[in-house]
């Protein structure tokens, strides 16, 4: 006889009584694992919830509008071995037996307690990373591979618009960027009719008192030129590519947070002429030695490990400012977020208490997360709580960039491509490899000397990491 099992709201990052916005999967329907079966969307992110394992639908237990929360019931699934042996056509799938939950006290049937999957798709922007999101199969494409979701909420945070789909698309159509429109509904939603009231009011000159269209609108509160309307066909063939959902919503934390942090980037350069030595040398011992296998010690771990040392002896840099913008709110813990690029877009995994970690472990973590981060596999709780962002390119080249600040966060170092340099000792030139650092920083917070102190003593770390230790 069949055993239809529970697919649960995973771990959601904290979120509670999440509303249903998409039901994507009805009775009878075979899902693949992973497969997802509903998007939940809160006012910081959009989340899929997968299926946890392959089957056949047999009872869907919301619907839009609905609320969930980590551990929420949101199908009944016959795993696939057990549907395959008893097929049933989507008619009469309503009618299979079902694993209820007792109603009364709402307690899990006993097989499918403690029972976790993982979110796979998250356009979440728990606290502050900035968020992107979810480029979903078209129906019907093909469920073997998992969905292409994302989120790359990594560049700063904000405010997600809170909308159905219906209304994204709705807005879309007519131009309307949906973080300038206030909505009217339950909790803040957005709804048709705001679309509509926005239009009206953009038409009658109103929008432009809406700010935050740095680049495309007309330039809002900040009183822009209109962005340039240019027929480039006039000029040779051209195509048009639409921007990725994610591309979108980083690109309007990215514009946000430039336009209002006062960003100065301070340069400086590293001497890591001993530290890589010691970390291609330690590479070398665990390839020979007993860790045969260990995890790779990366630059990027070390660096962290002095972000560490760096944070702990300038506390501003560890820090937010409160939505007031009027009081520090300074941090004891230390969690720092590395970018990745994956090819879903940019996204920023937080390694927590990086202050309790050696490097060993940091470099163990940032491996994990950076493979978790390309397979599109992150969670909210993967990339909430940062205090401080480190964006190295140096794998890649450049001698120097200016990183955005990932808002809230005050500051984000950027690394480039180290070289050797001929450096002077005093007496005569002699080759040292060079790190060239970038830390941009909120100047509201920061002040200039703060800065350059900061990173004199970040590249005075990295040049004799037993620094760290005192
Ligand atoms: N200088 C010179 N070489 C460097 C280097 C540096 N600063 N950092 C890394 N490298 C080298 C490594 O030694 C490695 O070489 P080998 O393969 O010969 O050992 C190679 O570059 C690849 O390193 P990596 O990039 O895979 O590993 P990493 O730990 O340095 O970086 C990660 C991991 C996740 C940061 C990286 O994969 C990534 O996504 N980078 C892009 C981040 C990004 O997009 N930032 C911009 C965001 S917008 O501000």
């Known amino acids: 006889m069949a055993s239809p099992q529970e697919a649960r709201v995973p771990d959601i990052g904290g979120f509670d009584d999440v509303p249903v916005i998409e039901v994507l999967v009805s009775v009878g329907e075979s899902v693949a694992k992973d497969q997802s079966l509903i998007t939940l969307e809160s006012d910081k992110a959009t989340m899929e919830v997968p299926a946890p394992f392959a089957g056949v639908v047999r009872e869907v237990k919301v619907k839009v509008g609905d609320t969930l929360s980590e551990g929420g019931v949101v199908a009944l699934i016959e795993p696939a071995e057990e549907a395959a042996a008893q097929p049933t056509p989507p008619a009469a799938a309503e009618e299979a037996p079902r694993a209820q939950p007792d109603a009364g006290t709402g307690e899990r049937p006993a097989a499918e307690t403690g029972t976790r999957v993982e979110p796979v798709a998250v356009a979440a922007k728990p606290d502050n990373i900035a968020q992107a999101s979810i480029d979903r199969e078209p129906a019907g494409a093909t469920q073997a591979a998992p969905p292409r979701v994302l989120d790359a909420d990594a560049v700063m945070p904000d ?4 909308a159905s789909p219906a209304v994204r698309v709705f807005a879309r159509e007519l131009g309307v960027d949906l973080l300038q429109v206030t909505g009217s509904a339950r909790g803040g939603r957005i709804s048709r009719e705001d679309v509509q009231q926005f239009v009206k009011s953009a038409l009658a000159g109103g929008a432009a008192a809406g700010g935050g269209a740095v680049a495309g609108g007309g330039g809002g509160g900040l009183n822009l030129l209109p962005w340039p309307k240019v027929d480039f066909s006039k000029f040779g063939e051209v195509e048009e590519q639409p921007l990725t959902r994610i591309q ?19 340069h400086d ?11 291609v040398e330690l590479n070398r011992e665990n390839e020979r030695g007993a860790d045969k296998g260990a995890v790779k010690l990366t630059m990027l771990a070390f660096i962290m490990k002095a972000a560490v040392s760096a944070l702990q002896k300038y506390p501003q840099f560890n820090a937010s400012l409160d939505a007031s913008g009027e009081t520090l709110i300074l941090k004891k813990y230390v969690h720092i977020g590395f970018a990745a690029d994956t090819p879903n877009g940019l996204v920023v995994p937080v390694v927590r208490d990086c202050d309790r970690k050696g490097v060993m472990q940091i470099a163990q973590e940032t491996s994990a997360l950076a493979k978790k981060a390309r397979e599109g596999k992150l969670g909210p709780a993967d990339m909430s709580g940062g205090c401080f962002s480190i964006s190295s390119l140096g794998g890649i080249g450049g001698t120097s960039f200016t990183p955005i600040v990932n808002a809230p966060e005050v500051a984000i170092l950027g690394v480039s491509k180290s070289a050797m340099k001929p450096v002077w000792n005093g007496e005569k030139f002699k080759p040292r490899l060079v790190l060239p650092l970038s830390l941009s920083y909120d100047h509201r917070v920061i002040d200039g000397a703060a800065a350059a102190r900061f990173t004199a003593y970040f590249a005075q770390l990295l040049g004799d990491m037993r620094r760290a230790m005192l």
């Open 159 to 162: 405010k997600v618009p809170y």
């Open 248 to 266: 979108k919503i980083s690109g309007a934390n990215l514009a946000r947070n430039w336009a209002m942090i006062p960003h100065v980037t301070q």
């Open 269 to 279: 350069d590293a001497d890591i002429t001993g530290l890589e030595a010691l970390r």
